[in-house]
């Protein structure tokens, strides 16, 4: 069994900065690829970054006030958002692709989802 608990989610107004964790726990033997997707109202989910070892990629959309890291030896995943814009309102989901066993292939994981609001 695997869980992604995501947290930091939060009410902050135009300009402010967020930081979301997605913290992975249970049997896991290596996360390949953890990553940031959300979803906004009346709209489809969407990719917000994404970051295997140290390669990082990132929604045009976003590159430039988004900021994705991992602490590998907490099986955590960070999202860094400054200088929001109330289009960043959305419920951001964490996902991993996640080896449970050295010789399994990876399973891809998704958390509940933390919401985001910018608004003042």
């Known amino acids: 069994q695997v869980q992604l608990v995501e947290s930091g989610g939060d009410l902050v107004q135009p300009g402010g900065s967020l930081r979301l964790s997605c913290a992975a726990s249970g049997s896991i033997f290596r996360i390949y690829l953890m990553g940031w997707y959300r979803k906004a109202p009346g709209k489809q989910r969407e990719l917000v970054a994404t970051?295997?070892?140290?390669?990082?990629n990132y929604a045009d959309s976003v590159k430039d006030r988004v900021t994705i890291s991992r602490d590998n030896a907490v099986n955590t995943a960070y999202l860094q958002m400054n200088s929001l814009k109330p289009d960043y309102s959305a419920v951001y989901y964490c996902t991993a692709h996640i080896h449970r066993m050295a010789w399994s292939t990876y399973s891809v994981y998704w958390g509940q989802g933390t919401q985001v609001t910018v608004s003042s």
């Open positions: 970051m295997i070892s140290n390669t990082t």
